[in-house]
């Protein structure tokens, strides 16, 4: 299922966001939440995410971010704790504006590291992934045509035989038409990339039998901005929709199913362009299930 993730960005130190919900079976509240701190985002003075921290419905901190940057605002540090237990904590190094290598610390003294190599034209070529005994694992090679798009991607195993291999290529405008994946058994998996008037209009790809697996199509409205998107596959169509505002904010986005049944119903508030509150209707019509979800965002 196709999913989307809308950024929200604040210019302000102190972003409280504060939930609640009830639960509903055969139209009838079983259940319900009052408001809780659900996250609490800290800023720098340059809009860096700096803190964040997720807490569940007794207050108790069940996630936590922190990140560091340097003088040139580079993500430098980032370190995730989730249940009490560090999920990721990355350093990063640069080369001027590139990103040259991170490194991956893990509970129990477990890491990995990732070194990246550029081209004269600042595209990345090489990236060599690193046990923790400094042993090459996997090695990624990027190529890229004459226009500068890029072409191919290899990866090969710490002897160097080449593992799988993804191709890509392009239009006059150089919107990406197509994509080849070969597998590690080298079977070939295609997708299609099509375009109307300049804009992706379609994606649909292809097993290894050359049958249809999954269509997503795009349609757009006159200022072209995404209104609906609907994915199809063997199981299922989803249509997604959105609306909106005069400040070309999503103030309504939808889930409906091949059916017709809407499963997710989400409206945002905003005052000035700032996000102040929103109500996620999620449905599950197996269960009969309405689960309504109120967020609230305070600035501080």
Do not use: W
């Not at 809308?6 to 210019?11: H, P």
């Amino acid at each position: 299922m196709q999913v989307y993730n809308f950024f929200i960005k604040y210019y302000m130190k102190t972003i409280n966001i504060f939930k609640s919900s009830e639960t509903f079976f055969n139209d009838e509240i079983t259940d319900n939440t009052e408001e809780y701190l659900y996250q609490k985002t800290t800023y720098d003075d340059k809009s860096n995410v700096i803190e964040e921290i997720t807490y569940d419905e007794d207050g108790e901190i069940v996630a936590q971010l922190n990140n560091a940057y340097d003088e040139q605002n580079k993500l430098i540090k980032s370190k995730k704790v989730e249940n009490g237990e560090i999920t990721d904590n990355v350093e990063y190094l640069y080369d001027n504006e590139l990103l040259i290598k991170e490194k991956h610390f893990y509970d129990g003294g477990f890491e990995d590291t990732l070194v990246y190599s550029y081209d004269n034209k600042g595209n990345k070529a090489i990236q060599e992934s690193y046990d923790a005994d400094d042993e090459l694992s996997e090695k990624l090679i990027f190529s890229y045509d004459d226009d500068n798009c890029l072409s191919e991607i290899d990866s090969e195993d710490e002897d160097g035989t080449k593992i799988i291999s993804q191709q890509f290529e392009y239009d006059d405008n150089k919107n990406k038409i197509k994509s080849i994946y070969f597998t590690l058994d080298e079977k070939k998996l295609i997708t299609e990339y099509r375009y109307s008037d300049n804009l992706l209009a379609k994606v649909v790809a292809y097993n290894e039998f050359d049958d249809i697996s999954e269509i997503e199509e795009y349609y757009y409205d006159d200022q072209n901005r995404i209104i609906k998107n609907i994915h199809r596959d063997h199981d299922s169509i989803i249509t997604y929709l959105f609306n909106f505002n005069e400040n070309n904010q999503i103030d309504k986005y939808q889930i409906i199913n091949r059916e017709g049944i809407t499963l997710q119903d989400t409206t945002r508030v905003y005052v000035n362009g700032q996000l102040i509150s929103s109500t996620d209707i999620i449905f599950s019509p197996v269960h009969n299930r309405k689960d309504v979800v109120k967020t609230r965002y305070e600035e501080q």
